[in-house]
C-alpha cells in the first residue's frame, strides 16, 4: 500500500477514535448540565468566554503566571480527567518518528521531516478540536503562545547572535588545550545556549585536533559536556530548562543544578584528559607537531555581540522579576513582560544581523536549516503534547495517573526523565514530568501556586527532573538538539563518527551511566 | 588581458552542457583551462533533524557529478584545453568565490534562473549577490532564453556569444578594463558596438548648448574607443543614445543583433545598489542576451 494511503487511514482513523468518546461525554454532560463549563486551566481572575453552545471554556493562560495549570475546580469538568490515554498516542508517535526517522529513512526524513511533523499536529489537532471545539482551540493557542513562541524566540536568539561570534587563529589540541576548550564551553553553554556554545567551538575544536588520528572521543565529550550538561544551571542553557522557566521556575533556582553539574563534569573532564593524554601519547604527539604556515594569534571576531547576549539574559532575567499585568492575545492572557521579552529577543537578534558582518557568518558555515528544522518539528511536538500534558495535570484522576503512581521517589524522576530524555528530545520530556511532579502532588492546584511549592518544599523533584532531562540530553544522538548539528558539522569535517547504537554502546554507557550513577547516590 | 582561465560552477540544469560548449570558442582568445565545479549544498547532505550528517549521499553526490563532468572533460579536451573538477560542500555562493580566489581563475560563467516567465529577469539572487561580490569578471551565459518582443514570444539562442558583442561604456575604471577584454576577442568577433547612452539624469535640465557639448564630448570618445579595437585588429562601430540607461542597452543590444552585452560594474553605491538595482544588474536581469560584467 502506497504511504499516502497509510496517512491517509492513519488520520480518519484518528478523527473517528476521537469523535465517538467526545460525543457520547458530551451527550452524558449535556444531559446533567444546562451549561456546562470545561475547565482547563482552574480558576483564574480573567475567563476567556468562548461559549459554542452550551459549552464554556473557563480558561486562563498568562505565561509562567498562569494560574490555570491545575485541574477541576467545583463543578468544572477538567479536560485532563476526561481525555483517553491514547490521545497522547500522535505525541508518542511524534516523537518515535524524530527517533526513528534519522535511522531508518535519513533521505525521506531530511526532506520531509516538517510534512512528518505537520500529519501528527493535524491527526491530534483536527479532531481535538473537532471534538471539544473552542476548549481545544484555547489549549492549542495557549500551548503556540506561551510555550512554543518563547521556545522558538529564544532559541532563535541565541542561534542567530552566537552564530555571529567567530573563533578565529591557530590552536594546537594537544589534552591541556583540548580540556580547557570543552571546559570553556561547558561554563558558555548556560549562558549562551548549549546551541550556541556549541556552534561557537566545535569548529576550532575540529580545526585544532586536524593532526590528530582518533577524534571521535574528543567530539563525544564535546556533547557531552557543551552541547548538554554545561547548560544546566541557567534557563538559558538548555530548552527543558526554559520551558521550566516559562511555567514558573524561578531564574536564578536553576543554579541549585550547580552541585549535580559540577560533579557530572569534573568526573567527565577528569576522563576526557586520561583518553586524551592516553591517545596523545599513543600517537606518538608527545613533542608539538610542526606548523604549517604561519601562525595566527588567537582572536575572536565578532565580540559587539556578546552585548547583544547580554541583552538576551538580561531580557530574560526581568521577564521573571517584574509584573506588567496581562494581555490577551487571542483569547489567551499573557504577561506583557513576557510578550516584552519575546520583542526584545527578537531585537537583539536583528541588531545582531544587522552589525555582523557577513564575513563572520560565512567563517562560521552559518546556516538557518538547523533553525527552521527546530521550529518545524517543535511545533509538532507542542501540538501533539497538549492532551498528554492536560492529563497528566490531572493527577491520579487521569489516564496517566499509573505513571504519577509509579514514580514516586526523586530517584525514579531523575532515572524515569532522564532516560525519557535520552531517546525523545529533553524539552518535551521535561515538561511532561514536570507535570507529572505537578499532578502527583498539587492535583488541582492552579499552576502559579504550584511551582513555587515544587522549588521550595518538593525542591528535590525538581532538581531530579531537571537534571535528568539535561544531563541525559547527551545519552544519544537525538537527546537534545545540538547533539546533531556537532555531529554533522564533525562528520562534514571528516571525524567519523559512531553509529547511533555505537554512540550508545561504546560511550553513553561506559562514561555517561556511570556518571549518573554517582550523581544518583551523591544527590538522588 | 584575456581569459585564461575560467570557472564554470553548474547546477546540471538542463541546456549546461550547451553552456559550456558555448565558451570553448574562448580556446581562439586565450583560454587555457577550464575548472568545472559543483557545490553541493551544505544543507541537502547535513544537519539531518537529530540525525546528522549523509556522509553515503554526499559520496553518492560526488560520484555522480565527478562522472557526469568526466564526459564533459572529454568534450573539453577535444578542443585542446585543460580542466580540472572540483567538487565540494557548502555554502554555494562563499565557497565559489573562494575557489575562484585559490584557483586564480580570470573569468567566471553563471548561469541564468531556473523558470524563467515572460517579462520577468533571467537572474536570481544567488547569481546578483556573486555579481555583487566577486572580484572578477562574470559571464552571465543565458544559453536559451524566451521573451516578448512587440507581442510576440521568441525563444533565442544564445550559441555564439562572442561573435558581435555590445560594449556598453559609461566611460568608468571598469568600462576601460572591459574595452582591454574585448580587445582579446579579435579572433572570435566580428564586431564590437561600442555603445554609450547619454542617461537621463545627466540630459534632465540641460540646455540644448549643454546638450550638444556633451553629445560632441561623447562621440570623440566613442571612436577613440573604437580605435583602440581595430588598432588591435577588431572591427568597431560607435553607438550613442540618450534615454533610461538600461532599457536602451537592451533595446539597443536587440535592434543591432548583438550577440552579448559587456558592461563594467562599478559598485560605488551599495546602498542604493541593494535598494534599486545598478545598471548593470538591471540589464542583467532584463536581457535576453548574455551579459558579461567586468568588476
Redesign the interface.
Known amino acids: 500500500m502506497r504511504l499516502e494511503k497509510w496517512i491517509t487511514i492513519i488520520f480518519l482513523l484518528s478523527i473517528v477514535a476521537f469523535l465517538v468518546p467526545a460525543i457520547a461525554s458530551d451527550h452524558s454532560v449535556a444531559a446533567t448540565h444546562d451549561t456546562e463549563h470545561v475547565s482547563t486551566h482552574g480558576a483564574g481572575h480573567a475567563s476567556a468566554e468562548t461559549g459554542h453552545g452550551n459549552v464554556h471554556a473557563s480558561a486562563e493562560s498568562h505565561g509562567h503566571r498562569d494560574e490555570g495549570h491545575g485541574g477541576g475546580h467545583g463543578d468544572h469538568i477538567n479536560l485532563g480527567e476526561v481525555l483517553p490515554l491514547w490521545s497522547c498516542i500522535p505525541f508518542a508517535c511524534m516523537l518515535f518518528s524524530?527517533?526513528l526517522?534519522?535511522?531508518l529513512a535519513?533521505?525521506f526524513?531530511?526532506h520531509h521531516?516538517g510534512k512528518v511533523s505537520a500529519f501528527w499536529a493535524a491527526c491530534i489537532g483536527i479532531p481535538f478540536v473537532i471534538a471539544y471545539k473552542s476548549v481545544a482551540v484555547h489549549e492549542i493557542l495557549h500551548i503556540i503562545l506561551a510555550d512554543y513562541v518563547p521556545f522558538i524566540v529564544l532559541l532563535w536568539a541565541l542561534f542567530t547572535i552566537s552564530g555571529g561570534i567567530v573563533l578565529k587563529g591557530t590552536l594546537r589540541g594537544t589534552p591541556i588545550v583540548n580540556t580547557i576548550i570543552i571546559l570553556i564551553g561547558t561554563v558558555l553553554a548556560s549562558w549562551m545556549g548549549t546551541t550556541g556554545a556549541a556552534m561557537l567551538l566545535i569548529r576550532p575544536f575540529l580545526k585544532a585536533n586536524d593532526y590528530r588520528k582518533n577524534k571521535t572521543f574528543m567530539v563525544v565529550f564535546f556533547i557531552f559536556l557543551v552541547a548538554n550538561i554545561g547548560g544546566s544551571l541557567t534557563p538559558l542553557g538548555d530548552p527543558p530548562l526554559f520551558l521550566g522557566f516559562l511555567h514558573g521556575v524561578s531564574f536564578f533556582w536553576t543554579m541549585k543544578i550547580m552541585p549535580h553539574m559540577l560533579v557530572t563534569a569534573g568526573i567527565l573532564l577528569t576522563i576526557y584528559f586520561i583518553l586524551d593524554t592516553y591517545h596523545y601519547k599513543k600517537e606518538g604527539l608527545t613533542s608539538a607537531p610542526v606548523e604549517e604556515g604561519k601562525k595566527e594569534p588567537l582572536k575572536l571576531v565578532g565580540l559587539h555581540n556578546f552585548i547583544f547576549l547580554g541583552g538576551v539574559v538580561g531580557s530574560v532575567l526581568i521577564s521573571g522579576i517584574v509584573d506588567w499585568g496581562e494581555v490577551n492575545t487571542l483569547g489567551i492572557h499573557r504577561a506583557v513582560q513576557d510578550w516584552a521579552r519575546d520583542g526584545f529577543l527578537i531585537l537583539m537578534g536583528t541588531l545582531s544581523l544587522l552589525t555582523t558582518s557577513k564575513m563572520i557568518y560565512?567563517d562560521n558555515?552559518f546556516?538557518w536549516?538547523?533553525i527552521i528544522?527546530?521550529a518545524y518539528?517543535f511545533i509538532g511536538i507542542f501540538v501533539t503534547m497538549v492532551p498528554c500534558l492536560l492529563i497528566l495535570k490531572a493527577g491520579l484522576k487521569g489516564e496517566l495517573g499509573f505513571l504519577i503512581a509509579a514514580v514516586k521517589e526523586p530517584v525514579h524522576y531523575f532515572w524515569v526523565t532522564g532516560t525519557l530524555s535520552g531517546f525523545l528530545?529533553n524539552a518535551p520530556t521535561y515538561l511532561t514530568f514536570f507535570n507529572t511532579a505537578l499532578g502527583a502532588f498539587y492535583p488541582g492546584m492552579p499552576e502559579a501556586q504550584a511551582v513555587p511549592l515544587l522549588m521550595t518544599e518538593t525542591s528535590i523533584y525538581l532538581k531530579a527532573i531537571s537534571a535528568g532531562a539535561v544531563f541525559f540530553g547527551a545519552f544519544s544522538?537525538?537527546g537534545n538538539?545540538p547533539?546533531?548539528?556537532v555531529?554533522?558539522?564533525?562528520?562534514?569535517g571528516g571525524t567519523s563518527?559512531p553509529s547511533f547504537f555505537g554512540y550508545i554502546l561504546k560511550y553513553s554507557l561506559v562514561f555517561l551511566l556511570p556518571t549518573f550513577v554517582v550523581v544518583t547516590l551523591i544527590f538522588f | 588581458m584575456e581569459f585564461k582561465k575560467i570557472l564554470f560552477p553548474t547546477k546540471f540544469r538542463e541546456l549546461a552542457f550547451n553552456s559550456l560548449e558555448s565558451i570553448l570558442e574562448l580556446k581562439k582568445a586565450g583560454l587555457k583551462e577550464i575548472v568545472l565545479t559543483y557545490i553541493i549544498p551544505?544543507?541537502e547532505?547535513?544537519?539531518?533533524?537529530?540525525?546528522?550528517?549523509?556522509?553515503d549521499?554526499?559520496e553518492r553526490l560526488r560520484e555522480q557529478t565527478r562522472i557526469r563532468f568526466e564526459d564533459w572533460q572529454e568534450a573539453i579536451a577535444a578542443e585542446g584545453i585543460e580542466s580540472k573538477i572540483r567538487i565540494e560542500?557548502?555554502?554555494p555562493i562563499?565557497k565559489l568565490l573562494r575557489i575562484a580566489e585559490e584557483e586564480k581563475v580570470d573569468l567566471i560563467i553563471a548561469g541564468r534562473k531556473k523558470r524563467t516567465m515572460l517579462g520577468k529577469v533571467y537572474v536570481g539572487s544567488h547569481t546578483l549577490e556573486l555579481i555583487r561580490r566577486s572580484t572578477v569578471p562574470i559571464l552571465v551565459s543565458k544559453y536559451m532564453v524566451r521573451f516578448e518582443w512587440e507581442g510576440e514570444q521568441i525563444t533565442r539562442v544564445n550559441d555564439r556569444l562572442f561573435t558581435a558583442p555590445l560594449l556598453a561604456t559609461d566611460w568608468s575604471e571598469p568600462s576601460e578594463k572591459a574595452l582591454k577584454l574585448v580587445s582579446s576577442f579579435k579572433e572570435i568577433a566580428d564586431k564590437v558596438m561600442v555603445t554609450h547612452i547619454i542617461g537621463v539624469k545627466i540630459s534632465k535640465g540641460l540646455d540644448k548648448s549643454e546638450l550638444n557639448r556633451i553629445e560632441k564630448e561623447s562621440k570623440e570618445r566613442l571612436e577613440k574607443y573604437c580605435d583602440r579595437l581595430k588598432k588591435d585588429g577588431i572591427n568597431a562601430e560607435p553607438h550613442l543614445f540618450s534615454g533610461q540607461s538600461a532599457p536602451e542597452i537592451i533595446r539597443v543590444a536587440r535592434e543591432h543583433k548583438a550577440s552579448m552585452i559587456v558592461m563594467g560594474t562599478t559598485g560605488k553605491d551599495r546602498f542604493k545598489e541593494f535598494w534599486l538595482g545598478s545598471v548593470s544588474h538591471r540589464v542583467t536581469e532584463s536581457s535576453e542576451l548574455p551579459v558579461l560584467l567586468v568588476p
Open positions: 524524530i527517533a526517522f534519522p535511522l535519513p533521505k526524513w531530511h521531516f560565512e558555515e546556516s536549516f538547523p528544522e527546530v518539528l528530545d544522538y537525538i538538539a547533539n546533531f548539528m555531529r554533522s558539522i564533525a562528520e562534514e563518527m | 551544505r544543507d547532505v547535513g544537519f539531518v533533524p537529530y540525525g546528522g550528517y549523509m556522509k549521499e554526499e560542500v557548502g555554502n562563499p
